[in-house]
């Protein structure tokens, strides 16, 4: 194997320096054949093989002997192997390699003779002979990409590569390619290699159409990918990869109603249940949810949590309908879990829906005690977000807002002070509605601290914002009204 890789090392090096000739187009391998008499001879020594192998084992030396000439015992060689006949293939591209070591049908026999045994080093290491004799074939590269594409990937794509700049329009290469990058999950390169093949090809392999429609939906092309899971479900109505590829994408394209009936292959009874995987039932319950069947969907996303604990994406889902269902401690429990699952991949935006799970379980919630504990947490979570993004108002706006849900009638310094940062970081940007809920509270806190300057000072800039606000006309009255009193 070492010598084998070795080999491949070199050919790679001297392809990719242009020592070997580099022709428009690649060539194709002109095989011998056997007359007549020596192919019924060859025929009639495999059936002698079942009841008398020694026999038959002299009459295939005589025939070697008697056939000097290297075609002739190629072409007896392949018809061994296309027997089946092991020791007679070897035989003959041992002799053949002895008799010519560069004739490229008897290497192309003696690969061949080495991928029945599953040899696939010693198979390499005859195609890779067979390129330095001409680098232009066709069939030596693709056997190669055969036996390289499980061991060592990366060199069998550079073959189909190479195999491509001779001959742009071969569609093999294309879906060899397309095989390998799949494997290799690197889906964009997938998606090039069998958008080349399917456009080209008239009735292309089917398991290649599949792994398209797949590598297109990692690549979240999404309509695409219901365009191919489609036109292979008209064949094949019944593969369950390709129906689960029409439901994910109708909901991916928001046709909801049309996932809602692309469920259908959850029917009872029609696929054994190990067959449906997390995701089958993450989409299920993402469905169910958009059209309001929350318990539905609850069933669902537990269902997908218990196949596969590690899909930290479900958490959040669960959240969310636990949210809806109006049960605020799960909602808070689950979104805790996502986040801490997340750990260092938890960016501001994520932890920002934390927040907003405490938030929406104080105000929405009934147990007072766990309010008191989730306006902390709450408050904690909007403090790293307003350290951490220091330029924008999400942090400060909603440490106001969280602080002031338990007790809204007392004024509260903090409460003004995260208003007042929010104010400040509002200044040259364009969000009148955060601008005017910040100036609310200034315009109440001076009320209530009876400083009628600072109160109309903020009630003339809400005004300027939104002349119909209710709260700073009312404030601005009572002042003018207590001072005719005076």
């Known amino acids: 194997m070492k010598k084998n890789f070795l080999?491949?090392?070199?050919?790679?090096i001297v392809m990719a320096f242009g020592v070997l000739p580099v022709m428009a187009q690649s060539h194709q391998i002109e095989y011998p054949t056997l007359d007549p008499e020596d192919e019924q001879q060859v025929l009639n020594i495999c059936e002698l093989m079942k009841t008398d192998p020694e026999e038959a084992d002299e009459n295939?030396?005589?025939?070697?002997?008697?056939?000097?000439?290297?075609?002739?015992?190629?072409?007896?060689g392949r018809l061994f192997l296309e027997k089946g006949v092991y020791p007679y293939a070897k035989l003959c591209a041992d002799k053949v390699y002895e008799l010519d070591?560069?004739?490229?049908?008897?290497?192309?026999?003696?690969?061949?003779?080495c991928i029945m045994r599953k040899d696939w080093g010693s198979?390499?290491?005859?195609?890779?002979?067979?390129?330095?004799?001409?680098?232009?074939?066709?069939?030596?590269?693709?056997?190669?990409?055969?036996?390289?594409?499980?061991?060592?990937?990366?060199?069998?794509?550079?073959?189909?590569?190479?195999?491509?700049?001779?001959d742009p329009s071969n569609v093999e290469a294309d879906r060899q390619l397309g095989d390998i990058s799949y494997s290799m999950d690197e889906y964009k390169d997938a998606v090039a290699a069998y958008g080349s093949y399917y456009a080209k090809t008239q009735e292309p392999d089917i398991?290649?159409?599949?792994?398209?429609?797949?590598?297109?939906?990692?690549?979240?092309?999404f309509p695409k990918a219901l365009e191919i899971a489609n036109i292979v479900?008209?064949?094949e109505p019944k593969d369950i990869n390709m129906r689960r590829m029409k439901f994910y994408n109708l909901y991916e394209t928001k046709d909801y109603q049309g996932a809602a009936a692309a469920m259908d292959y959850f029917n009872a009874g029609e696929y054994p249940d190990t067959l449906y995987n997390y995701r089958d039932y993450n989409y299920r319950g993402l469905t169910l949810e958009q059209t309001k069947d929350y318990g539905g969907a609850l069933e669902a996303y537990n269902k997908a949590i218990k196949l596969n604990p590690g899909a930290v994406a479900v958490y959040k889902s669960l959240s969310s309908i636990y949210g809806k269902m109006g049960m605020y401690d799960e909602s808070v429990t689950s979104y805790k879990t996502y986040v801490d699952s997340l750990g260092s991949r938890c960016d501001l935006v994520e932890l920002f829906g934390l927040g907003r799970a405490y938030y929406n379980a104080i105000t929405q919630g009934t147990d007072s005690v766990k309010k008191v504990g989730y306006l902390a947490e709450g408050d904690k979570v909007f403090a790293k977000i307003m350290a951490d993004a220091p330029t924008s108002t999400l942090g400060p706006l909603w440490r106001a807002r969280i602080n002031n849900v338990l007790n809204a009638t007392?004024?509260?310094?903090?409460?003004?002070?995260?208003y007042g940062e929010t104010l400040k970081r509002l200044e040259g940007k364009d969000d009148p509605s955060t601008k005017a809920e910040a100036l609310n509270y200034h315009a109440w806190y001076a009320l209530q601290k009876d400083d009628e300057a600072n109160a109309t000072k903020y009630c003339d800039e809400?005004?300027?914002?939104?002349?119909?606000?209710?709260?700073?006309?009312?404030?601005?009255?009572?002042?003018?009204?207590?001072?005719?009193?005076?």
Do not use: W
Request: hydrophobic letters at 45%.
């Open 7 to 12: 080999t491949s090392a070199v050919l790679l």
């Open 60 to 76: 295939v030396m005589k025939m070697v002997r008697r056939s000097r000439d290297k075609e002739g015992i190629t072409a007896m």
């Open 101 to 113: 070591a560069q004739y490229v049908p008897g290497l192309m026999l003696a690969g061949d003779v």
């Open 123 to 166: 198979a390499g290491q005859k195609f890779d002979e067979a390129l330095m004799v001409d680098s232009t074939l066709t069939e030596p590269i693709l056997k190669n990409v055969q036996v390289y594409k499980n061991i060592n990937p990366i060199y069998a794509k550079e073959m189909l590569q190479r195999l491509k700049r001779m």
């Open 207 to 221: 398991n290649a159409v599949k792994n398209y429609a797949l590598s297109l939906y990692a690549t979240q092309d």
């Open 233 to 235: 479900l008209a064949k």
């Open 410 to 418: 007392t004024p509260n310094d903090s409460v003004l002070a995260y």
């Open 462 to 486: 809400i005004l300027a914002i939104d002349p119909t606000n209710q709260m700073a006309t009312q404030i601005k009255a009572y002042f003018k009204a207590k001072a005719s009193l005076q």
